[in-house]
């Protein structure tokens, strides 16, 4: 991780900690020296962010001056809450306690009023009819995509029958019904959609797509659209 990187970690995981937060607990979340964290801290204070708090007490982010306070119309802040709350009821369960931790750092940054309009917000999302949960990690998926790496697994289609697929994964779609990933297959040479409920055995290659991904969606996605 670089040391840009590490610092805008530092100021997301103290603003999703109870404050004061100890060095010790930083540097488990952050896998570095609480020596590190010091250092941090005062390169963070030196750059304009107000952080109370000294070592053996425990550290308070009171503001960031370097980010703007978050400013949304009650119609955003509606459409916020309802599109979390869609993927706290929709994704699969490392999204859906992601979208529950963005739900709950929004409200802590929000001023008092939208914090409250936010807490009490009139739009919820429900669904009775369960999605089948994903049968392999969908963060390592989701991570092979980001890094446009080639994927493998064991399938079973609709009809029952199994095979082996090599894949460019290329993107995970929300369907009414489950969980899909769009890929270009190896074995059938064209683009599939697999259910992620049906993968089994995942496992990441070494192989790089590298830099086809954006524009192979982009492909798929218009040819799905003119036949919709």
Known sequence: MSRTA???HLMQTMRGMAPPVTAEALSDALSVSPRTIYRDVDTLR???AVIDGAAGYGFTLV????????SF???????????LREVEVTAEPVLAAAAAGALAKLQARLPDRQAHRLKHAVLHARRFSPIPEPKVDTAALRQATWDERRVRFAYTDKEGAETVREVDPLGIVHFDASHCLIAWCHLRK???????DRLRELQITDTSFRPNRVPMLRT???????HC
Not at 63 to 70: C, K, M, S, T, V
Not at 73 to 83: F, I, R, T, W, Y
Not at 190 to 196: G, I, P, T
Not at 220 to 226: D, I, V
Request: proline residues 5%; hydrophobic residues 45%.
């Open 6 to 8: 590490r610092l805008f």
């Open 63 to 70: 503001e960031d001056n370097a980010i703007p306070p978050q």
């Open 220 to 226: 798929y996605m218009e040819a799905l659209a003119a």
């Open 190 to 196: 064209d683009y599939r959609v697999f259910r992620l």
């Open 73 to 83: 119309s009650d119609d955003e802040l509606e459409a916020l809450v309802l599109g």
């Open 46 to 48: 030196s750059l304009g």
